[in-house]
């Protein structure tokens, strides 16, 4: 078929080999060597999906995807189904392979965002069952263990018990004939244990001579005193190996009732592999995932580079890879390319074809991003000079019988790579060959990259649009090609020019060029004149990325600065908040304290002076004082001023001039503070009126109780609720009950956690002027009674 023979040109082969030794296992190896096409799109969308999820699961990953275990036991699976009898190793290697795939997706089980990976494994039984069965029968070494049966285990100890007895009497008669004895060993032969005898005094130990030594001096005799414990050893052994055979056949059926549960899991564990190998791959290659385009988006391959010389580079000492960029537009189907022998238009059409194959077959491709390259449904290729000797076929012929091939097997979305298209006959005829088989597939094809070196080609850009031109750069001094590919300008001849530089006589390229006229050479000049530019362009293009490489390097960093200085800020707010916190909740508990000596007490007109002296000084203390300055200075709303106690700023939300208030945001809170506690971002003061000062009572009045009376709207059952979750239902009857003034929690007695957990809760609640527990008829301990603001 054409298509076997396109993947034979392209060399598809040779990186499917590469790809192997990306795999983990044998068997996923072998079938990377032999790997198909897909012969669908959503197959290969597939693929590629497989490729993403394990390339970034494996960069998630502290370690590789592990692959330990899993082992080929598709023979042993498919001898096990036609009844055949396995042996102890290939059960183990069955064994081992369940827990490996099983390990394999537990792991894919586990991570996030890798749905088709999952979707791949959903569906396999590892069978953990017969797993253990295996182990409990066979040891590491592939041997049936004792355990495996009572009867083994009786019949093997019996036959320890006889090799004992054997192998003490063999050592007595050595003891009491030593000078009989050529060496002082027991070995075997043929089952029969015998001890080495002299030829010549073989007669001092009369036995059954099993063998005897390739210089006839040594004679392996079995006493006679031992042949009845010999029989009953090899009666025994034949007892073992029945046993044997009869554990290995029930392991062996209990596979094959599994037969297809297994071949399906080595397929799943042979996909994981390959999806793997080519993730890893594409890591190694620089590669970037394809985006399949249609017909009517431009293929884009920016910096790309031919796979198998990338391989060369890396392991086989090769050279330097120079990257093409393929840019076509959707009303493109036919490109040629044209340039000196030795320039890089083959490579160029291989490494085309290669890229197609590669997406197809859910690989990466070795191009910067995007990728964008339409999914064909055949790659058909005639590229070298190849003929049969065979058939005695020209080169000519060769290349045409190929191209009868690819028509014969062309459709719409086929890609057509034609090297030297038309050569290898007179040129009159060859070009205009050459011009109708591209016109046809311009026709009948996606794309075609033909390359050639007939000029008429050239001027098929200007007569047909769907026809684009391409070229490979010639660096005039060197004499050298370069192997970049230049789009939208022919390749222009070299021939001349070459010659005169090697040294050609100029009367000999002059006459050359009047026998080749004007016309010529003036196109010649116009191409190169077209390639300058286009170098000055591309030369201009860079500075350009460069100096955007250096924008971005600049934004980068004053981006990173700008972000690095608002989180000091937002830590720097976050610390002060803090410290606000502590300063209140320091004063309040102050204060608590100040209050609760003050109503333990006898509350006489002494004490009250006492505690307002104490408060006062908590005050002072935590809200220490600025001097005023005499500015008659009125703050307004939505503007900011400070907060000289708090070195801050804040927000006006509100005025009260009767109260002297202000009210205020900071950060994310709000606050309400007397004014001439807040000064201008300048230090101006607000100056207040001076307010007539009360007389304090003499003797302080007894605070007036809430009366405690319970109701619906009042008291809030939690128990039974943890403590986090309590705290958002107190939170809503604190809201309820507000206006009575009290709130009853029931939340129980039980450990005295969720107690606890309550009363450091309403110990730290603003709302909450203080609480205790209920009497003894309301509760008691069960119960907690908070007074509220």
Partial sequence: MIQDETLELLEWPRLCQHLATFAATKLGAMAIRQLPLPESKEESLNLLCQTKEVYSLEQKLDSRLSFDGITDIGDALERAHLGGLLSGQELLNIATTLAGVRRLRRL???????????????????????????????????????????????????????????????????????????????????????????????????????????????????????????????????????????????????????????EYLLAIATRLDLATARARYSLWLEGNPPHFIDGSETITLRNLRHPLLWWQKHHEQGGEVVPINVQISPEIRVVAITGPNTGGKTVTLKTLGLAALMAKAGLFIPAREPVEIPWFDHVLADIGDEQSLQQSLSTFSGHIRRIVRILAALNSRSLVLLDEVGAGTDPAEGSPLAIAILQYLADHSLLTVATTHYGELKALKYRDSRFENASVEFDDRTLSPTYRLLWGIPGRSNALTIAQRLGLSPEIVAEARNHLGGLSEEINQVIAGLEAQRREQESKAQEASQLLQQTEKFYTEVSTRANSLQERERELKRYQEQEIQKALLSAKAEINEVIRRLQAGTKTGRDAQKATEELTAIAERLLPKTEKTKVNYRPQVGERVRLPNLGQTAEVLAISPESDEISLRFGMMKMTLPLDQIESLDGQKVETAPKPAKNLPQTPTKPQETPLIRTANNTVDIRGSRVAESETDIEQAITRATPSGILWIIHGKGTGKLRQGVHDFLSRHPQVKRFQLAPQNEGGSGVTIAYLT
């Fill in 108 to 262: 894919i089980d586990e991570q996030e965002d890798i749905p088709v990976l999952k979707e791949l494994v959903a569906e396999i039984r590892t069978y953990p069952e017969i797993e253990q069965e295996i182990h409990r029968c066979i040891d590491e070494d592939g041997r049936i263990s004792d355990r495996a049966s009572p009867q083994l285990r009786e019949i093997r100890g019996q036959m320890k018990v006889i090799r004992e007895r054997i192998y003490r009497k063999l050592q007595d008669i050595m003891q009491k004939q030593g000078g009989a004895i050529q060496e002082a060993v027991i070995t075997q032969r043929s089952d029969r244990w015998v001890i080495p005898v002299k030829a010549a005094q073989k007669e001092q130990i009369p036995g059954i001579i099993h063998d005897t030594s390739s210089t006839g001096a040594t004679f392996y005799i079995e006493p006679h005193s031992i042949v009845d414990q010999g029989n009953q050893l090899r009666q025994y052994r034949r007892q073992e190996q029945i046993e044997e055979e009869k554990i290995l056949r029930q392991l062996s059926n209990t596979i094959a009732e599994a037969f297809e549960d297994l």
